[in-house]
């Protein structure tokens, strides 16, 4: 088994390309490191695992047979697209139909990661893969939110027109070791204000939801889907929905920090319900993430106190 995987260098892609190799797979991992970080992939050594410092948006060559293109590069966080806007939308755009040629000329499954943001703030709950969706095109979002949906409709054209073997999974919250402590999301930013003893900053009052899905459940349901013949868009996500500031206190409990909780106006377009339906991964895949909340934040709280000190008391 070949892979071609683009953003091979961030947090889910580097946790995918270690499940490849582990299992046999050559993997030519693809990232131009405006997000990533190659030390993720610092443990993985020996000759089946080939990194080129490239940015997608530009045309790749690849020599020899290829089973699997794999499209994970994009800024994914909110401060990471909001301070990389075109980058972004060239990474949807420009980086899906470079691969997509990729996975054509080598006769490849293409796996395209899609996320919960093509559902906007959805004004239903739970969403499921026929949602249409609650989009603000022209918000602050929009650079990342569109350039997933264009990249999933560059998809099925190419499915469609050129019979290319396509897939698209939609990734909710995803969490675990090796998040970017500064990247902005909420459960690396809960646990280091709490590991330092800084007020927890909570958007708004708190009550927005989140489903929350560790590292490894969300890889064991990217290698199924890839194996998988859907074409459709699947959902994959932890269904258990919960809200900000629950998963706030949470955090406290864990790390037995003292830390107030700071509010703050809630972003523009920021969602207030996020929960996924995951009926169809469930029928299709038989997946079902496994990884309690509570469990999943200590393994995360572990790795990230060890590279920034402190931790449990």
Not at 209 to 230: A, K, P
Request: glycine share 10%.
């Amino acid at each position: 088994m070949r892979v071609v995987l683009t953003g091979g260098a961030g947090f889910i892609g580097s946790h995918l390309c270690e499940r490849l190799l582990a299992e046999g797979a050559e993997v030519v991992c693809v990232d131009n490191l405006l997000t990533g970080n190659a030390g993720n992939l610092a443990h993985l050594t020996g000759p089946r695992l080939e990194f080129r410092r490239h940015d997608i948006t530009t045309p790749i060559e690849v020599s020899g047979p290829v089973d699997y293109v794999l499209h994970f590069a994009s800024a994914a966080s909110p401060g990471d697209y909001l301070t990389h806007p075109i980058q972004t939308l060239k990474a949807g755009a420009l980086g899906t139909w470079v691969t997509l040629g990729l996975a054509r000329a080598k006769g490849a499954r293409f796996l395209l990661a899609s996320t919960s943001e093509v559902y906007g703030d959805p004004q239903i709950s739970p969403q499921p893969e026929a949602y249409w969706g609650h989009v603000n095109p022209v918000g602050p979002r929009g650079c990342y939110d569109e350039a997933k949906r264009f990249a999933e409709a560059m998809t099925m054209a190419y499915h469609r027109h050129h019979g290319v073997n396509t897939g698209i999974v939609r990734i909710f919250n995803t969490y675990g070791p090796r998040m970017r402590p500064d990247d902005g999301r909420v459960i690396p930013t809960f646990l280091l204000q709490a590991i330092r003893g800084e007020p927890l900053t909570v958007h708004g009052t708190g009550m927005q939801t989140r489903s929350f899905c560790y590292i490894d459940d969300l890889v064991e349901g990217l290698v199924r889907l890839l194996r998988s013949d859907l074409h459709d868009p699947v959902n994959l996500g932890n269904p258990e929905e919960v809200r900000v500031l629950e998963l706030a206190h949470h955090v406290l409990e864990l790390t037995r920090s003292r830390s107030p909780f700071a509010y703050t106006p809630l972003p523009q377009d920021d969602p207030t319900r996020r929960c996924p339906d995951i009926t169809r991964a469930r029928t299709h895949l038989g997946w079902d993430p496994r990884v309690a909340l509570r469990d999943g934040l200590t393994r995360t709280l572990d790795w990230l106190a060890a590279r920034v000190g402190g931790g449990r008391a």
